[in-house]
């Protein structure tokens, strides 16, 4: 079991941003003295519900203020990115880090960042698995060139090389962020492995990882090869004395700042969108994850893994808006929660 913790820098109602990214970068280096195992760093732009806009310059960061934890981004969102510009960043920490880094990359949604960035709403409707596969083939080949619909230039040689690191893997992991079959189908027939929402609960998921191994099979990729991928669970974790205490510690701060965050998000071209009822969601939320007593954490993490097969977690610990309370959050999940899943 390798359980991590989902940073989004988040902004509490009250809160600045400074206060926000101080948090955010103190608790992963909590999490790594806790002895969880990985970091992962979401990406928001224009809005309080996180207010990292880089998660490839936070995980450099926090790279070099680290030195055993794992840091990967959930997610930076390709779209608004160029491939190879990121895959470049990429490349550069996983060498310079010992092949400490992850890379995630996800679809995003249809915000005005498409049009701040100038990639226009094709790049997030149509453009996607061209970006992925070139970024794919940045990640694992020693030149490349394109010729596809969105990018079109001569053949050049990938510098650094990923696969030249002096200790660790041969190339950064590439993880795919997947909220549809249309996504589960792009990770699976690239042998990507998945990040998996904390909005959905474990039968959800285990249908994705089924919906995976499918078509995975279906693409020619050996059961061998589809056992192997190392998929992501994301969720939410509040370590409690009662799990009452642990839910309601989310039930005050969530909800104001699931509504100020998710308000903020602005659409590209005016289309509508559904907004979830922020205390509901958090109920839901502290129904489905590690939200209780130390004993009722380890039970649910390993309930997820039985059901899904999944044993990697990146839990969001900074639900409480509090950075001491966050803190506390990380000790007592690597003090009492992981000890009872070895």
């Not at 989902?6 to 902004?11: D, E, H, K």
């Not at 070139?134 to 053949?155: D, I």
Request: aromatic share 6%; charged share 20%; net charge negative.
């Amino acid at each position: 079991m390798r359980v991590g913790s989902f940073v989004l820098a988040a902004q509490f109602p009250g809160q600045g941003q400074g206060e926000a990214l101080h948090r955010a970068v103190r608790s992963a280096e909590v999490a790594e003295e806790a002895g969880l195992d990985s970091v992962w760093l979401a990406e928001h732009h224009f809005v309080p519900y996180g207010v990292c806009p880089s998660a490839t310059t936070l995980a450099a960061l926090l790279l070099g203020r680290t030195r055993r934890i794992r840091v990967g981004t959930a997610v930076s969102v390709l779209p608004t990115q160029h491939p190879v510009a990121l895959g470049e960043q990429a490349a550069l920490l996983h060498l310079t880090s010992g092949g400490r880094f992850t890379l995630g990359v996800g679809r995003g949604g249809p915000w005005v960042d498409l049009e701040v960035f100038g990639a226009g709403v094709d790049a997030y409707e149509k453009g996607f698995p061209e970006s992925l596969d070139l970024l794919h083939r940045w990640l694992t080949e020693p030149s490349v060139k394109a010729s596809g619909e969105r990018y079109e230039f001569r053949e050049v040689p990938v510098v650094p090389r990923p696969d030249e690191a002096l200790s660790g893997p041969a190339g950064p992991e590439l993880i795919l962020a997947c909220t549809s079959p249309s996504s589960v189908r792009l990770a699976a027939e690239r042998g990507l492995a998945m990040l998996l929402g904390m909005h959905i609960g474990d039968a959800e998921k285990a249908e994705m990882v089924a919906s995976y191994r499918t078509f995975a099979l279906a693409a020619g990729r050996s059961p061998d090869d589809v056992a192997a991928a190392q998929h992501v669970s994301a969720g939410v974790a509040q370590v409690g004395d009662r799990t009452a205490e642990a839910a309601e510690t989310l039930l005050k701060a969530m909800p104001g700042w699931l509504k100020q965050g998710l308000d903020a998000h602005v659409t590209v071209d005016g289309r509508e969108r559904k907004m979830r009822d922020p205390y509901a969601y958090t109920q839901l939320l502290c129904s489905i994850h590690p939200v209780g007593t130390p004993k009722l954490c380890a039970d649910r993490l390993a309930a997820t893994a039985e059901r899904t097969g999944i044993t990697r977690f990146a839990l969001l610990t900074e639900g409480s808006g509090d950075l001491d309370s966050t803190e506390e959050n990380l000790r007592r999940l690597g003090g009492e929660v992981l000890p009872q899943l070895l």
